[in-house]
């Protein structure tokens, strides 16, 4: 069966800091990767997702993540937070065979202004 | 944009009763998923459907049940509710390739006394 880890549970920064937020997956099978974010008391959004080519993808609010295939690792970037990026972020994996995504444990950021 | 909409935002219940958590969405999605998101433990998975009235469990099934006889609702049942079932409900639809991400609802905090 697959699994997602996410290493860091609570990261905190500082405005402008950058930001690496770690995400692993088992699973020996080609996969479909995502992020996600949860801002306070709102729904799941979709911030990128890797499907094929190009290992570094770019997605929305100025956030990327590199998939690293002999490292199992989808790692999300960004080069500058911001306050309003205080969220907790879900790293998802889908193996192609399956159906369902698989979450890891999240991670949640707090920006300090 | 795609709506998937969770009957309730927060919801009691007692020890013992059976509770009905609602999900529509009004893109014709094909797969619908039921997910519960606990600190810490990032989204598990509990039921999915990739067409009416067909389901699949997930990865926490007990003591859950499903039911979708329309292409637009899908219905998670707590046959009797326990309190290791207060949690946050999430339910998520999807277009049936596997390269999209899901949408999701703004969930159902059920506490269970």
């Known amino acids: 069966a697959q699994s997602v880890s996410q290493h860091n549970h609570h990261v905190i920064l500082s405005e402008a800091a950058s930001l690496e937020l770690g995400c692993n997956y088992s699973?020996?099978?080609?996969?479909?990767l995502f992020w996600y974010v949860q801002y306070p008391g709102q729904h799941l959004q979709l911030l990128l997702k890797y499907f094929s080519g190009d290992p570094l993808v770019k997605g929305i609010k100025g956030f990327e993540a590199e998939f690293i295939k002999s490292k199992f690792s989808f790692n999300l970037r960004k080069p500058s937070v911001q306050w309003s990026d205080t969220a907790e972020y879900f790293c998802?994996?889908?193996?192609?065979?399956?159906?369902?995504?698989?979450f890891g444990g999240g991670t949640r950021l707090m920006v300090k202004p | 944009d795609v709506k998937v909409t969770q009957s309730s935002r927060y919801l009691v219940k007692r020890t013992g009763e059976k509770v009905f958590l609602e999900c529509v969405q009004d893109m014709d999605h094909e797969n619908m998923f039921w997910y519960r998101q606990d600190p810490g433990l990032g989204l598990r998975l509990i039921y999915f459907?990739?067409?009416?009235?067909?389901?699949e469990k997930g990865d926490i099934p007990e003591g859950y049940s499903v039911s979708r006889e329309k292409k637009e609702r899908f219905s998670l049942i707590l046959e009797s509710a326990s309190t290791n079932q207060t949690s946050m409900y999430l339910c998520?639809?999807?277009?049936?390739?596997?390269?999209?991400?899901?949408?999701f609802g703004s969930g159902t905090r059920l506490t269970v006394v």
């Open positions: 998520a639809s999807r277009i049936r390739d596997r390269s999209y991400g899901y949408t």
């Open positions: 998802a994996v889908n193996a192609r065979a399956g159906n369902m995504l698989t």
């Open positions: 699973y020996g099978g080609t996969v479909n």
């Open positions: 459907s990739y067409d009416v009235k067909m389901k």
